[in-house]
Antibody, heavy 121, light 107 residues
């Protein structure tokens, strides 16, 4: 079983940088067989994929957010970090981290419980 | 980006009903389509991957079918715990995209 837990500030001011951490309970964070994604969901809306990172450090970002997003991985601490700069109210959402890539399929089989981030002054 | 649509956007059904939800994509994605269930305040849960493969631990009343641009999720006999929102996700190419969701509630 894989357990993921997001953490970070629940309130961020406009124009600032949102920073979240995801702690993973499994050694699979160091496996090249999986990648680790951030996915968000604005209140009452659908899911939006933000990007992913392999333990090697290789990343892939959603072009709609690419200029503002950085995803980092610290495999020794089993932690992933999401940084989203220059936030606006449109970035208000529940942010999830999730494991992807099992058996070569781009599915998300384990998710954190999510953390709500509100962008407001 | 591959655009996703789902129909219906919501439906009301009774326990025991057979329910089918459709997902359409803006371009062919072969079989690279996943389905998730999401309950209020909870993270999505993977139900079906690669169009028709049942995720381990998911009840067999859930099934998926389709290919190319049209897919469906069927619940053969709706149970009380199945009232939730269902979303599809294309896994063919990045950026991965999700459907807007179909809310299944109690009639």
């Amino acid at each position: 079983q894989v357990h993921l837990q997001e953490s970070g500030p629940g309130l961020v001011k406009p124009s600032e940088t949102l920073s979240l951490t995801c702690t993973v309970s499994s050694d699979s964070v160091s496996s090249g067989s999986y990648y680790w994604s951030w996915i968000r969901q604005p209140p009452g809306k659908g899911l939006e994929w933000i990007g992913y990172i392999y333990y090697s450090g290789s990343t892939n970002y959603n072009p709609s957010l690419k200029s503002r997003v950085t995803i980092l991985a610290d495999t020794s601490r089993k932690q992933l970090t999401l940084k989203l700069s220059s936030v606006t109210a449109a970035d208000t959402a529940v942010y999830y981290c999730a494991r992807g890539g099992r058996d070569g399929y781009n599915l998300f089989d384990f998710w954190g419980q999510g953390t709500l981030v509100t962008v407001s002054s | 980006d591959i655009q996703m649509t789902q129909s219906p956007s919501s439906l009301s059904a009774s326990v025991g009903d057979r329910v089918t939800i459709t997902c359409r994509t803006s371009q062919s994605i072969s079989i690279y389509l996943n389905w998730y269930q999401q309950k209020p305040g909870k993270a999505p849960k993977l139900l079906i991957y690669a169009a028709s493969n049942l995720e381990s631990g998911v009840p067999s009343r859930f099934s998926g079918s389709g290919s190319e641009t049209e897919f469906s999720l069927t619940i053969s006999s709706l149970q009380p715990e199945d009232f939730a929102t269902y979303s599809c996700q294309q896994s063919y190419s990045t950026p991965f995209t999700f459907g807007p969701g179909t809310k299944v509630d109690i009639k």
